[in-house]
């Protein structure tokens, strides 16, 4: 329990800086999806619907909230202006999810965990998983105790 409450304090304090290094860089519009959101750091932020597969997360906020998988949302086809993805990818088994419920010209924020011996590697690793997309920008973000390599793409209007 003491462990639990620790990891806690410190997934708090590490993933609100690098959601806020992130938005810095990033411009959101539209209807926003955070796919894992886990308690809501992203949502403190800015309006976003929170999408994670464990209730004792979701049950932290009071905003709109999915319990689901990322491997199978329940959204239309095309529906978000913006996906984030922030630490997930890598337990998702169907990252093609994320691309399906895009809206054309919508905008997918990806990021891996790293470090700085290989952040290159991660960043060519997420532009590799999206081979469909357009990656628009990539930079790394870099807290106290922890790295992510960020990928923004893009898709295509009609």
Known sequence: MICRKLYTKWMAKTQREKIRQILERVKVSGTTLDVGSGPG?????????ALDNNPEYLKKFSGPRVLASGDEMPFKSRRFHTVFCIDTIHLLKNPDELVRVLSPKGKLIVT???????????????????????????????????WDAVMVFATQGP
């Open 112 to 146: 891996l965990p790293c470090n700085k011996w290989n952040c290159e590697r991660k960043l060519k690793e997420l532009t590799d998983k999206f081979h469909g997309l357009i990656p628009k920008e990539s930079f790394i973000v870099k807290t106290e105790s922890e």
């Open 41 to 49: 750091f992203l949502e403190e932020r800015i309006f976003a619907i």
